[in-house]
Nanobody, 121 residues
């Protein structure tokens, strides 16, 4: 069974920082593109950051210059460094990855369970 497990969420004051992690476990042979999404109460899920297999990145305008996405393929782990956090960053953050399992021939999409980030004084 394959899991994507997020960690690192919590409560932080405005202007503070958090680092989210997303670790893939199970029969993962290879990881293609990876993404962080977030969903605030009453809003649709939105793409926050993207990183390709070769390390190319892209960000939502609302987080450019404040968030940094990175990956460590040796650890099958995705990261999101979040600095200068604002109350409007409050949401459940989800990782998403295209994984190739050892017993499959194609990449398939997987979601993590989500981690809550609350920015409040």
């Amino acid at each position: 069974q394959v899991h994507l497990v997020e960690s690192g969420g919590g409560l932080v004051q405005p202007g503070g920082s958090l680092r989210l992690s997303c670790a893939a476990s199970g029969s993962v042979e290879s990881i293609n593109d990876m993404r962080w999404y977030r969903q605030a109460p009453g809003k649709e899920r939105e793409l926050v950051a993207f990183i390709s297999r070769l390390g190319g990145t892209n960000y939502a305008d609302s987080v450019k210059g404040r968030f940094t996405i990175s990956r460590d393929d040796a650890k099958s782990t995705l990261y999101l460094q979040m600095n200068s956090l604002k109350p409007e960053d409050t949401a459940v953050y989800y990782c998403h990855a295209d994984l190739k399992l050892s017993y499959r021939t194609t990449y398939l999409p997987y979601w993590g369970q989500g981690t809550q980030v609350t920015v409040s004084s």
